[in-house]
Every structure is written in C-alpha cells, then in structure tokens.
C-alpha cells in the first residue's frame, strides 16, 4: 500500500524515479521494489527521507485509511485565495497539526 501510494505522489510530482531516489538520497532499486510491491516494510527513517521531497507527512504515507477527496467548488476558492494571500505549506501543516492538538485535547478531556 505505501509503495502504490509513494508510485502516485511522485508520479504526481513529475519526478522519474531516479530522480526521487536522488532527492531523497534513498536506495533506486530499493525504491522501485517498494513501489512495486517487492518490498513492504519500509524503516522510518526510509520513509522520512522519501516524504520530504513529496512533500507530504509521513503520517500520509502511512495512512492506510486515507481518502482521496473531489473538493468542492468552495474548497478550490478558499484555497486558491489562501495562496493568493501568502498561505505557505509549512505554515498550512502547522496550522493542521494545530487542530489535530485540539481535538486530542477535546477527546482527552471527555475521559477526565
């Protein structure tokens, strides 16, 4: 699952796998068997590497649950005025990582 969803990201990014290889100063033949499903159990430090020039969490690449979403018409304007207005990826994940805080805090405090 992880290499099929690594084989879509870099695909989606335009890198060759030489190159994601290259960028992530992991293993070319280790990263094809992955993405070909030869290989499955990738460390986290293989995973790491890999995420940064993806641009994704490692969370996602491990998300066996994550859904693909149509957005909306409304979603595509709040996020294009977003970027328009200086909204920068890292400050974005923050802001999610943000969130996640919040509702852990929220379900935590139901259980006190």
């Given amino acids: 699952m992880i290499g099929e969803r ?4 870099r695909e989606n990014k335009g890198y060759s796998l030489t190159e994601l290889a290259r960028l992530a ?3 070319k033949s280790y990263l094809s068997q992955l993405e070909r499903g030869l290989q499955s159990n990738p460390s986290m430090q293989f995973i790491k590497k890999v995420a940064i020039p993806l641009d ?9 649950e994550s859904v693909n979403y149509e957005l909306d018409n409304e ?12 909204l920068k990826k890292e400050a974005f994940r923050e802001y999610l990582n943000y969130v996640k805080f919040q509702a852990w805090l929220e379900e ?3 259980h006190n």
């Fill in 75 to 86: 979603w595509k304007a709040l996020i294009q005025s977003a970027i328009e207005n200086g």
């Fill in 6 to 9: 690594i084989k879509q990201l």
């Fill in 56 to 64: 994704v969490s490692i969370d996602y690449l491990l998300d066996d």
């Fill in 25 to 27: 100063n992991v293993s």
């Fill in 108 to 110: 935590r405090n139901k």
